[in-house]
């Protein structure tokens, strides 16, 4: 069985995506925006993430935030495991 090692957690928000890691003090501050969500996943990679997680409490417009991201968490960690660079789509 593989241990993780490094995970970034994130507590999402309407406008922000707060970031941290467990091998580190540090915060850093995203766009809730597609953009952001790059930035995630380029400091993930930068640390040398194995896994993202996210926080699931608070009020319940949060918690349906966090329900969406859920998604979401599931394909950044196949990309991060997979090593593919996030695409923005312009609509």
Same mark, same amino acid.
């Given at each position: 069985?593989?241990?993780?090692?490094?995970?970034?957690?994130?507590?999402?928000?309407?406008?922000?995506?707060?970031?941290?890691?467990?091998?580190?003090?540090?915060?850093?501050?995203?766009?809730?925006? /597609?953009?952001?969500?790059?930035?995630?996943?380029?400091?993930?990679?930068?640390?040398?993430?194995?896994?993202?997680?996210?926080?699931?409490?608070?009020? /319940?417009?949060?918690?349906?935030?966090?329900?969406?991201?859920?998604?979401?968490?599931?394909?950044?960690?196949?990309?991060?495991?997979?090593?593919? /660079?996030?695409?923005?789509?312009?609509?």
């Amino acid at each position: 069985m593989n241990r993780v090692t490094l995970v970034v957690g994130i507590d999402v928000s309407k406008q922000w995506l707060d970031v941290a890691t467990t091998q580190s003090t540090r915060i850093e501050r995203f766009e809730h925006s /597609p953009q952001g969500i790059g930035g995630v996943l380029e400091l993930a990679r930068e640390v040398g993430a194995e896994r993202i997680t996210i926080e699931a409490s608070g009020k /319940p417009s949060k918690v349906a935030i966090t329900a969406c991201m859920r998604k979401l968490l599931t394909t950044l960690n196949a990309m991060l495991r997979d090593q593919t /660079p996030w695409m923005e789509v312009n609509a």
